[in-house]
């Protein structure tokens, strides 16, 4: 029971504090009455609301808000329809409110979904997200892309399958980020041994970066997306990083995993 209002003032909570401007102005756009524009949005928000005090858990909340809108906006749309034809005496009303511009609701869901989009890409393994941002975002062809890395046609279409379904999953989360990602910690080391010609490993663990996904896979040892989500860092980035790690010996890689190659304490 506990758990169950916890979900739902989390939920609550974030309804108002992310969806409430933007639902005025949803309103404000189909209404083009700042009055009714409240109204509206008063009544969209009582029903939100009131779903999720019966318990209603949503699997896409952004999706089941703007579907919430959608209908209070089609009821009050009709209402106003018929006070209007009953003032007229004829049906007048519905050409004033139908909205014949693009409509807002739709860039609004677009411009969230794209965010989601932009955000799980960075957080997908390497082999997944370059096929999906060249067949997506640079509008390759699966036979040239099979052809730029050395795949067959039907594996490029096996990955780009596995690829949407990954950052579907993704996208229906809600991202929780480790402590290291807002509250990096600072250690110290001590070497031994000489330096290497490029200065390693100094070059390395001198930097916060490196400092924080060696401490983190020295607490726990995790695939190369866990430690990226861990210190906050988009998983390319973090790819390149590890390389270099496991490359001076400061990290070795077991199956998928990264782990610290040397005591910290």
Sequence with gaps: ??????????????????????????????????????????????????????????????????QIARNRYAAWAKTKRRRNERAAGAITGGEEIEDKSVNILDDIMHAEQMALLRRELAFIRNDYRNIVVAYYIENKSVRDIASSLSLSTSAVHQRLHRARIVLKEGMDMAREFGKLSYNP????????????????????????????????????????????????????????????LVEATLMRKNGNKYETNFFIV
């Design 185 to 244: 910690e600072n250690i110290s080391f001590i070497n031994n041994g000489c330096q290497g010609n490029n200065g390693e490993p100094w070059n390395y663990i001198t930097r916060s970066l490196c400092k924080n996904i060696l401490l983190a896979a020295y607490r726990t040892p995790a695939a190369a997306e866990e430690l990226a989500k861990e210190v906050g860092v988009a998983l390319p980035y973090m790819e390149e990083e590890l390389s270099s």
């Design 1 to 66: 029971m506990q758990e169950a209002n916890e979900m739902r003032n989390q939920l609550i909570h974030e309804f108002t504090e992310k969806y409430m401007e933007k639902l005025f102005y949803f309103c404000l756009k189909k209404t083009g009455s700042h009055a009714e524009a409240e109204e509206l949005t008063q009544d969209i928000a009582f029903e939100i609301v009131k779903a999720l005090n019966k318990g209603t858990v949503p699997v896409r909340f952004s999706a089941w808000v703007w």
